[in-house]
T-cell receptor, first 112, second 114 residues
């Protein structure tokens, strides 16, 4: 079945870039997403990329997709304390219909 | 424009009791989804409504869970009777008919079964 894997923790110094990585197994993925969950808050759709794209940039966020290796990454430039959150990698595919398949989430912590 | 709202934000009940969670989707969104995250694991799909019809309920764990969306607006998810393993965070999401893969989530309801 479909599976999405990501590391559980990442610690980054304030001002540096954060790179959160994710791998997935479904070769028929159509959309790949990054959701952000801040403490006590819901899931915020941060950005998404179509499977026929390699890269998407939105202000401090850069998403890279390597479809051959089934690898997705999220780069946050100039990481700030407000970026502290759990980041979920997720995907939908032709086989999963409209249900979103989530990874376990990566907790990003920022140190001064 | 209001986002997806869920009520209550937190519910604490005893094993064997009944709990009903409510979700109000974004106005005009025909698609409504329920997901849940138990014991810090992955967020898992439960079911999908298109208007008032159940499109996909393949993720519902067992017949103790009943979801309804009468009138195609808000939805309820009832757990009866609740078991310890039902504890977790229940998320609701909604999307437009023409962009069903772009789902917007609510803040979730944290359910604690003691």
């Amino acid at each position: 079945g479909e599976d999405v894997e990501q590391s559980l923790f990442l610690s980054v110094r304030e001002g540096d870039s954060s790179v959160i990585n994710c791998t997935y197994t479904d070769s028929s993925s159509t959309y790949l997403y990054w959701y952000k969950q801040e403490p006590g808050a819901g899931l915020q759709l941060l950005t998404y990329i179509f499977s026929n794209m390699d890269m998407k940039q939105d202000q401090r966020l850069t998403v890279l997709l390597n479809k051959k290796d089934k690898h997705l990454s999220l780069r946050i430039a100039d990481t700030q304390t407000g970026d502290s959150a759990i980041y979920f990698c997720a995907e939908t595919s032709y086989s999963s219909a409209s249900k979103i398949i989530f990874g376990s989430g990566t907790r990003l912590s920022i140190r001064p | 424009e209001a986002g997806v709202t869920q009520f209550p934000s937190h519910s604490v009940i005893e094993k064997g009791q009944t709990v009903t969670l409510r979700c109000d989707p974004i106005s005009g969104h025909d698609n409504l989804y329920w997901y849940r995250r138990v014991m810090g694991k992955e967020i898992k799909f439960l079911l999908h409504f298109v208007k008032e019809s159940k499109q996909d309920e393949s993720g519902m764990p067992n017949n103790r869970f009943l979801a309804e969306r009468t009138g195609g607006t808000y939805s309820t998810l009832k757990v009866q009777p609740a078991e310890l393993e039902d504890s977790g965070v229940y998320f609701c999401a909604s999307s437009q008919q023409g962009a069903k893969n772009i789902q917007y989530f609510g803040a979730g309801t944290r359910l604690s079964v003691l």
